[in-house]
């Protein structure tokens, strides 16, 4: 069955310092998007993006975060500078149309910055 | 915005009973209602979703129903098994507001051998 793939499954960095999250969506899905979870709290949207472009961003997404799609697989989420309180799980996410369609998650990625 | 809000928080049954856990939403435009499982370690799995214009839709041992003038939906799990066990999460969709989902904030159920 296919599925999303997300890589690593924990990154551990210092305040301060970029991390790149690595995403591979469901080949045929056509939409992406990045979601994160602090702990004990509600999964919140971060990101949508289609066509090699972002369709919508919450206000969670400042200019902190970027996301790309570097090639044909690979969607990534970019956090600079990284503060504290980025820390929780990140989950990328695809569906093959939108809005309101079936949306499939990876297992997610734990960032904790120290 | 959307607002979710999902009860209970945790639910513990017998092996064998039922299980129900349920959301509201606050933005009648809403329309697409998924439900996800998650298991430790792992992402979020979806397992039951429905539409605006339907008021139950079944699958196996799991149903879920849509109240639309109450602005509520539910889970239902009948014949629960141990494997059943994992934290569950509502979310509603609002195309006028792009395609985001917006979650509850999780169900943590334990079945019971």
């Known amino acids: 069955e296919p599925e999303v793939t997300q890589t690593p499954s924990h990154q551990v960095t210092q305040m301060g310092q970029e991390v790149i999250l690595r995403c591979v969506p469901i080949s045929n899905h056509l939409y992406f998007y990045w979601y994160r979870q602090i702990l004990g709290q509600k999964v919140e949207f971060l990101v949508s993006?289609?066509?090699?472009?972002?369709?919508?961003k919450s206000e969670i997404f400042d200019d902190q975060f970027s996301v790309e799609r570097p090639d044909g697989s690979n969607f990534t989420l970019k956090i600079r500078s990284t503060k504290l309180e980025d820390s929780a799980m990140y989950f990328c996410?695809?569906?093959?149309?939108?809005?309101?369609?079936?949306?499939?998650f990876g297992q997610g990625t734990r960032l904790t910055v120290v | 915005g959307e607002n979710v809000e999902q009860h209970p928080s945790t639910l513990s049954v017998q092996e064998g009973d039922s299980a129900v856990i349920k959301c509201t939403y606050s933005d009648s435009a809403s329309n697409y209602f998924p439900w996800y499982k998650q298991e430790l370690g792992k992402g979020p799995q979806l397992i039951i979703d429905i539409r605006s214009n339907v008021g139950e839709k079944k699958d196996q041992r799991i149903a879920v129903t849509l109240n639309k003038t109450a602005k509520h939906f539910s889970l239902h799990i009948t014949e629960t098994q141990p494997e059943d066990s994992a934290v569950y999460f509502c979310?509603?969709?609002?195309?006028?507001?792009?395609?985001?989902?917006?979650f509850g904030t999780g169900t943590s159920l334990t079945v019971i051998p």
């Open positions: 996410a695809s569906s093959v149309w939108d809005p309101g369609t079936e949306a499939f």
């Open positions: 979310a509603a969709s609002d195309p006028n507001t792009g395609n985001q989902f917006y």
């Open positions: 993006f289609y066509n090699n472009e972002i369709s919508e």
